[in-house]
Nanobody, 115 residues
Framework: QVQLVESGGGLVQPGGSLRLSCAAS????????MGWYRQAPGKQRELVAQ???????KYADSVKGRFTISRDNPKNTVYLQMNSLKPEDTAVYFC?????????WGQGTQVTVSS
């Protein structure tokens, strides 16, 4: 049984930082393409950052230079470090694991950027 459990969301002021965690069970994150997606109210879910099993990373243009995705293989956990947060980063953030057509999602964690 695969589980992806996100944590680390919350309310932060503009310019602040948060680190999201995605703890996985039932899969090995190092052999999956792991991604962070977000969905704001009234908008489609969009890819924020992705790390492939070889360690290559990809980012949405809107977060390049501000967000960093990383992976801790012994802990089987993926992180998203978010710096210089903006109000437009407000969304529910979801963790995703994808491999060979199999795709798993976490339940999401709310990130709100507001003064």
């Amino acid at each position: 049984q695969v589980q992806l459990v996100e944590s680390g969301g919350g309310l932060v002021q503009p310019g602040g930082s948060l680190r999201l965690s995605c703890a996985a069970s039932g899969i090995i994150v190092s052999i999956y393409t792991m991604g962070w997606y977000r969905q704001a109210p009234g908008k489609q879910r969009e890819l924020v950052a992705q790390i492939a099993y070889l360690g290559t990373t990809k980012y949405a243009d809107s977060v390049k230079g501000r967000f960093t995705i990383s992976r801790d293989n012994p802990k089987n956990t993926v992180y998203l470090q978010m710096n210089s947060l903006k109000p437009e980063d407000t969304a529910v953030y979801f963790c995703n694991a994808d491999k060979g057509g199999l795709s798993y999602w976490g339940q999401g964690t709310q990130v709100t950027v507001s003064s």
